[in-house]
């Protein structure tokens, strides 16, 4: 029998990651929908950000893009976070928007362009001092068009060469998190592709370099879990980036796509210990809301974690392994199912009402009457970077 307190004590104590470039105006190639008061300053993206956690009460930690979120004076933003329960996540670096980088940033075949993007990771991480921040998270545009473009193992030397200077540099307390995508923008190869040789760069790096897990970055019919069970017991999954998609990179709301699929990650997640602190794994939000209402949007993706979250805790783990041992498919196959099917929005809205907070999120913030204040005070706000 699944202890029921423990689970709510797992779901009062989890803390999801958002990031600030969901709180600004997005879109894709096609046309950005600006917003009325959407963020104008990453300050102000830290005030929405306050308002996703104080509805849900798990969402303390934003993720910051550099230079999307550049300010003079990082301890001052940090400072702003404070003040709001809020701290600084992982620290987004960019090298895919100038440019130099049109053959690549840290496997450019030009040694000055890879320096230029060396030195943009290693201020990232003189970022991370200032913020207090504990990752870095990297992910590479580098890759090439066409067969014959560039020298895939070449790159793959001057990846090595860049990821190791910048190791080398991290604080004690810091991490490198190393994210893998498929394609795009790159359409032939992609210098990290897969999980495989991120990890593999990771593993020579040293231990405070990990995966991060894209929920949309792979090819169609992906077993994410088994990658996410693998990582685990390597002690080297570092960050998940949630969102959905149904073709591509879609970046759409968490759980909105495929919440069968978040519920057997989230299911090997709590079976490898993975929501256990002392693992480290971030749990961020990667996602664009390019047409729905954005602070709305990141409080129902937070809810969505959350729902599948509290249905893998249910899994009665001594009942699956029993099954397991007998070889009892049906029966295995049936537990992991129970917890599926079981619907815990009532379990959530006790824990809610346990923590103080409202038991229906999206309904506290619409009361704040934040949304009437941000439109009618915030004049000309940003885009997020993305679509641009
Ligand atoms: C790009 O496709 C990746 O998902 C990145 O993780 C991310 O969206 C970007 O780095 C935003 O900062
Ligand atoms: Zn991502
Ligand atoms: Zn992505």
């Not at 797992?10 to 600006?34: C, D, M």
């Not at 204040?373 to 915030?378: D, E, K, M, Q, S």
Request: aromatic share 8%; net charge negative.
């Amino acid at each position: 029998m699944t202890d029921l307190s423990a689970v709510k004590t797992a779901l009062k104590s989890q803390e999801i990651e958002t990031p600030s470039w969901g709180y600004g105006n997005s879109g894709t190639r096609f046309k950005v929908f600006a917003q009325p008061g959407v963020p104008r300053d990453p300050f102000e993206k830290l005030d929405d950000a306050a308002q996703v956690h104080a509805a849900t009460g798990v969402a303390p930690l934003v993720s910051l893009h550099i230079p999307w979120d550049a300010v003079d004076d990082y301890a001052e933003l940090a400072a702003h976070a404070k003040e709001r329960g809020l701290r600084l996540g992982a620290i987004n670096a960019n090298t895919f928007q100038e440019d130099d980088y049109k053959l690549g940033s840290v496997t450019h075949p030009d040694p000055k362009v890879r320096r230029k993007a060396v030195d943009h990771l290693l201020e990232c991480v003189d970022i991370m001092d200032a913020t207090g921040s504990r990752d870095l998270k990297l992910w590479f545009a580098d890759g090439t068009n066409y067969p014959g473009q560039d020298d895939i193992t070449a790159r793959q030397e001057r990846l090595a060469e860049a990821l190791s200077e910048v190791y080398a540099r991290l604080g004690e307390d810091q991490r490198m998190v190393l994210e893998y995508k498929l394609f795009e923008p790159a359409f032939y190869t992609t210098d990290v592709p897969d999980w495989g040789t991120s990890y593999a760069h990771c593993l020579k790096l040293g231990p405070r370099a990990k995966v991060v897990v894209d929920t949309g970055h792979h090819a169609p019919g992906t077993n994410i879990e088994f990658i996410v069970a693998f990582l685990l017991r390597e002690g080297r999954l570092g960050a998940f980036d949630f969102n959905s998609r149904f073709y591509a990179d879609d970046d759409l709301m968490v759980g909105s796509a495929d919440p069968f699929q978040l519920f057997r990650i989230l299911h090997e997640v709590a079976k490898n210990g993975g929501f256990e602190k002392e693992q480290e794994v971030a749990f961020m939000l990667d996602q664009c809301h390019n047409i729905e209402a954005k602070i709305p949007a990141v409080i129902r993706s937070v809810m969505n974690v959350q729902e599948a979250t509290a249905k893998a805790l249910l899994v009665d783990l001594d009942a699956l392994r029993a099954a397991q041992a007998a070889g009892d498919v049906l029966g295995a196959n049936a537990v992991l199912m129970d917890a599926y099917n079981t619907d815990v929005r009532p379990l959530l809205r006790e824990v809610r009402e346990e923590q103080g907070l409202d038991p229906d999120p999206l309904a506290a913030y619409a009361a704040t009457g934040w949304q009437d204040h941000i439109v009618a005070t915030r004049v000309g706000g940003t885009q997020a970077g993305w679509g641009a």
